[in-house]
């Protein structure tokens, strides 16, 4: 069945440093959202990528989407404590309208 | 602002007991969810609903079930509680849109501890 890998599972970083958590599918997604959940918190939806190749920015926060709808990136520059959290990818695969999520990465940022 | 209120935020119960895990939305969402959310493993779906006593399996739905008999609730059963349905469960819910996927909503989460 289809399968959405993501990398890595944690990162330290200090902060001021840029982060990037990687999103892989197995197959090719009709579109891909990304997650926040802060410690103790629930996912909170961050954006929603649908064309092949597209870029959105959020603040410090950038997303892609892969030419070939099969992989994305979430990329924070310069990063802050407030960053602290596990992000999540999420894909529908064509045909389907079940979203599959990634297993997460962890953000841990060091004051 | 949507909400999605589960009934509990922490729950014990013991191996072999019927456990009823509830979910209410007030945006009145046609989809609801269940996952378990353990670490290392992301968002497991369970149960999904996408209409008022519909439902279809999930990756994992072995020893669960759920009940939607009304719009805004979504109701997931642990037939017979066992130690390794241990977990945090959160529930979802999300519009249906023209255009495919919408953001999920999510509760706050019931820490299901079996003992």
Redesign the interface.
Same mark, same amino acid.
């Given at each position: 069945g289809q399968q959405v890998m993501q990398i890595p599972q944690y990162q330290h970083v200090q902060e001021g440093e840029d982060f990037t958590t990687y999103c892989n599918s197995s197959t090719t997604l009709s579109n891909i959202q990304w997650y926040k959940q802060r410690p103790g918190g629930h996912p909170v939806f961050l954006i929603q990528l649908v064309k092949s190749g597209e870029v959105k920015k959020q603040k410090r926060l950038t997303f892609q989407f892969g030419e070939a709808k099969k992989n994305s990136s979430l990329h924070i520059t310069a990063t802050q404590t407030t960053d602290v959290g596990t992000y999540f990818c999420a894909g529908q695969g064509g045909g389907g309208f079940k979203t599959i999520f990634g297993a997460g990465t962890r953000l841990f940022v060091k004051a | 602002d949507v909400k999605v209120t589960q009934s509990s935020r922490y729950l014990v119960k013991r191996t072999g007991e019927k456990v009823f895990l509830e979910c209410v939305q007030d945006m009145d969402h046609e989809n609801m969810f269940w996952?378990r959310q353990d670490p $290392? %493993? $992301? %968002?497991? %779906?369970i149960y999904?609903s996408y209409d008022v006593k519909m439902k279809e399996k999930?990756?994992i739905p072995e020893g669960y079930s759920v009940s939607r008999e009304k719009k805004e609730r979504f109701s997931l059963i642990l037939e017979s509680a066992s130690t390794n349905q241990t977990s945090m469960y %959160?529930c979802a819910s999300e519009v249906v849109a023209g255009g495919?996927?919408q953001?999920?909503?999510?509760?706050?989460?019931t820490r299901l501890s079996i003992l």
């Open positions: - | 996952y $290392g %493993l $992301g %968002l497991r %779906l999904f999930g990756d %959160l495919g996927a953001p999920q909503h999510f509760g706050d989460g």
